[in-house]
């Protein structure tokens, strides 16, 4: 099959990689039919994190093809949406709603690599929810974003307990930021400022729901802030950046009292400990625990109440998948959708 692999930094190739097959009886072999390039990837593309021979992808939609002996939730046939975090949805961790810290918890990034023609799905009763049928071709894209940044954000925002009466705050305008406006607009947020200095990106975060949008960063992004809430701050904000002019921004952003949901992958972020004391704010953060949500968001795709698949602004081939990278690395796209 063909297959992206990430050699260093900037890097990116498409050859061919081995089919994937049933190894555990829990495993399924899912055909995809539509994966895409996350921000997270250009962590590594940029150097931040190490690259050697990497396979990439971990958003993934697409058809089941085979099941190990063991799988009794999805059959052959199925259209399924995936987490980016393997898990078996059983163990304690996971009935408690985290299923990204599930004891079987594995990165699909770091080993099965979803930007390929099929992908090889470990403990997949727990990882993959099927829909109620055969999608519509529009619906797709909007599935695949439920896989993670739709998800991802979703649990910022439920983090950050966004809800009626509130004013949430977004700190990062990527995907996952766009996302968490969304989720915050369902969730009944009275007011959502996202922060963003990106002209395309303010407008499709409008178009989600955000009432304000703040350009200034860091200290001034923080004071900007309070002087839209009454010198208090927001009641939830999210952080989906993962820097450390972010985070902080985040937390000088939430009120006391506040509550701040972290999800941008952290890089070397250091947060003094007297800052955070007398901030005074609830933080939660982390792998989001995509799978907790995919039920209800599926649903709400399904039934066209929401439509996620917007975030994509390119849409290529997965043979030009290092065209895509290039493309987001340079802020000229969003997020890139890669078609099998």
């Not at 529009?138 to 966004?162: H, K, M, N, R, Y």
């Not at 952080?239 to 985040?250: D, H, K, L, P, R």
């Amino acid at each position: 099959m063909r297959g992206v692999v990430m050699y260093t930094a900037g890097d990116v190739r498409v050859e061919e990689r081995e089919d994937p097959k049933i190894i555990e009886p829990t495993d399924a072999v899912v055909k995809l039919t539509a994966t895409c390039i996350c921000g997270s990837d250009l962590w590594p593309y940029r150097g931040i994190e190490p690259a050697d021979h990497q396979v990439m992808g971990h958003e993934y939609v697409g058809v089941v093809e085979e099941v190990g002996a063991e799988v009794k939730n999805v059959k052959p046939g199925d259209f399924v949406v995936g987490s980016f975090v393997i898990s078996d949805n059983t163990c304690e961790i996971c009935r408690a709603g985290f299923q990204s810290k599930c004891v079987h918890a594995e990165f699909v990034a770091q080993t099965i690599g979803t930007q390929a023609e099929k992908a090889r799905i470990p403990h997949a009763d727990g990882t993959l929810v099927a829909t109620p049928g055969q999608p519509d071709p529009e619906l797709i894209p909007a599935l695949l974003a439920a896989s993670d940044v739709l998800g991802t954000g979703w649990f910022a925002a439920v983090a950050a307990q966004a809800g009626p009466g509130k004013t949430v705050a977004v700190v990062g305008d990527g995907a996952v930021g766009i996302m968490a406006v969304l989720a915050a607009k369902q969730l009944g947020a009275e007011r959502i400022i996202a922060m963003s200095r990106h002209p395309e990106r303010q407008k499709l975060a409008r178009s989600y729901g955000a009432t304000e949008i703040v350009e200034e960063r860091g200290e001034a992004g923080i004071a900007k802030i309070k002087e839209l809430t009454g010198g208090l701050g927001a009641h939830s904000v999210v952080e989906a950046v993962g820097t450390q002019e972010s985070f902080m921004q985040a937390v000088g952003a939430t009120r006391g009292g506040g509550h701040l949901g972290y999800v941008g992958v952290n890089h070397d972020v250091t947060i003094p400990g007297i800052e955070l004391f007398f901030a005074g704010i609830h933080t939660l953060g982390g792998p989001a625990p995509v799978r907790r949500f995919l039920p209800d968001l599926i649903r709400l795709i399904w039934d066209r109440e929401i439509d996620p698949g917007k975030v994509f602004d390119l849409t290529l081939p997965l043979e030009q998948a290092p065209e895509g990278y290039k493309a987001m690395d340079e802020r000229r796209a969003t997020k890139v959708l890669l078609t099998l």
